[in-house]
């Protein structure tokens, strides 16, 4: 994905151009890319990429590693997601076997660490050929105090209950709780759940319809979306996005050519 000129930005700037932080700490690690508008307020997010409309809750603090967070998700306060993951069957777990200066650099400003550790020029390590990317699905509702583990996919429209441990996909649209969690049900009958993934109305800019429907009312909803997608009357949501990278100066805005998602 290209992307235009960087420049420093503040909180401020940042909230004009449609992503909600904290002005203290923003809790950006490493990279984030976000679709206009996001709100992610002070809560920890290393190498992320948050869909328009996603909304973490503003309380607690919630920590996400090299998670993808599609559009309109909800993620609630103090919860886990996507951590790194640790070699327990190797001699020791402890990362001075196998992590690297570019994913733990504040271990690396230790000298005896340093003398310990792998270096940069070494082979890839566990980290790196780990489980890749934790996948948080368009309109995904993650409660409060979950933890998600790395590499788990929760499909679009699917809920999880407070307090859950995710060890594995959830489908799109279902309901999982529990630890581990497991799917109770799904959010409605299956031919409700194929009409809304057959829909997607997550593409689509809804703004101008919204005098129109009423979203409590699921199946009038769906058939009025559903008759906008075939006369061609919905037009694909393209937001402006981003990519901020942190440097010595502060973070580092790029605007990107093209969204995120559908691009």
């Not at 420049?7 to 401020?12: F, G, L, P, T």
């Not at 792998?118 to 409060?144: K, L, M, Q, R, W």
Request: charged share 25%; proline share 7%.
């Amino acid at each position: 994905m290209s992307a235009r000129e960087s420049r420093i930005v503040d909180a401020a700037t940042l909230q004009r151009l449609g992503l909600q932080i904290a002005a203290g700490d923003p809790g950006i690690r490493g990279e984030l890319r976000y679709e206009n508008p996001a709100w992610i307020f002070g809560h920890r997010l290393k190498n992320c990429s948050v869909g328009a409309f996603t909304f973490f809750n503003a309380a607690g603090l919630t920590s996400a590693y090299r998670v993808q967070f599609g559009r309109y998700s909800q993620i609630g306060e103090s919860s886990v997601i996507g951590p790194p993951e640790h070699p327990y069957d190797w001699f020791s777990n402890h990362p001075f076997a196998f992590t690297r200066p570019n994913l733990l650099p504040s271990m690396y400003v230790m000298p005896e660490f340093v003398r310990l550790a792998p270096e940069a020029s070494d082979a890839p390590s566990f980290a790196e050929e780990a489980p890749n990317d934790t996948i948080i699905g368009h309109e995904a509702y993650v409660g409060v105090g979950c933890f998600v583990k790395r590499g788990v996919r929760i499909g679009d429209g699917a809920v999880v209950g407070a307090r859950s441990v995710v060890t594995r996909d959830v489908p799109p649209y279902a309901i999982a709780v529990g630890s581990p969690a497991r799917v109770i049900r799904l959010r409605f009958e299956d031919r409700i759940v194929e009409r809304f993934l057959a829909l997607e109305w997550w593409r689509y800019d809804l703004a101008p319809f919204k005098q129109h429907v009423d979203f409590a009312k699921v199946e009038a909803t769906l058939a009025f979306f559903e008759e906008r997608k075939s006369l061609g009357e919905l037009q694909p949501l393209r937001p402006d996005s981003y990519r901020i990278t942190q440097s010595d100066a502060g973070l580092k805005l790029q605007q990107l050519d093209r969204p995120l998602y559908f691009a």
